[in-house]
């Protein structure tokens, strides 16, 4: 696991850039953390540096929004409570690049090639922990 600090909104961009260059369609990368902790807005800059030109929000309310070319899932599933149910199929879509905020709600039902970042932040530093699960080494984002 890596500990990669991201004081500013460029530095969140910046990693955001760098992510988005390792990641390939199928892979789930499953985002947790506080309110306004930017899990949103690195979604927004990843979709951005893979070439989505849509427009991203929150899914908070509609849970699921698709975007593309190419196609991009992101998911909030803060209001789920385990039950991914309707979810199961942009979950493991091989063909998309799968972002889920509150990824730990479902846990259990996540693919097995997920990556996991967790948002942290507090008056001194905002931080992302990044951990490869075994589907890419987190030393690429080692400076």
């Given at each position: 696991m890596i500990?990669?600090?991201?004081?500013?909104?460029?530095?969140?961009?910046?990693?955001?850039?760098?992510?988005?260059h390792h990641l390939t369609p199928g892979i789930c990368v499953a985002l947790d953390g506080d309110l306004g902790a930017g899990k949103t807005t690195f979604v927004k800059y990843c979709a951005h540096a893979l070439g989505i030109q849509d427009a991203l929000d929150s899914p908070t309310f509609t849970i699921?929004?698709?975007?593309?070319?190419p196609r991009l899932h992101h998911m909030d599933a803060y209001r789920l409570d385990g039950?991914?149910?309707d979810l199961e199929d942009a979950l493991f879509d091989e063909d998309a690049y799968i972002?889920?905020?509150?990824?730990?709600?479902i846990t259990n039902r996540l693919p097995k090639r997920t990556l996991f970042l967790t948002f942290s932040q507090n008056s001194q530093e905002r931080v992302v922990k990044i951990n490869g699960?075994?589907?890419?080494?987190?030393?690429?984002f080692n400076d």
């Open positions: 500990i990669k600090p991201i004081p500013t909104l460029e530095d969140t961009k910046r990693f955001a850039e760098t992510f988005a699921l929004k698709t975007y593309g070319p039950d991914a149910d972002f889920v905020e509150w990824a730990s709600n699960n075994g589907v890419l080494n987190e030393d690429l």
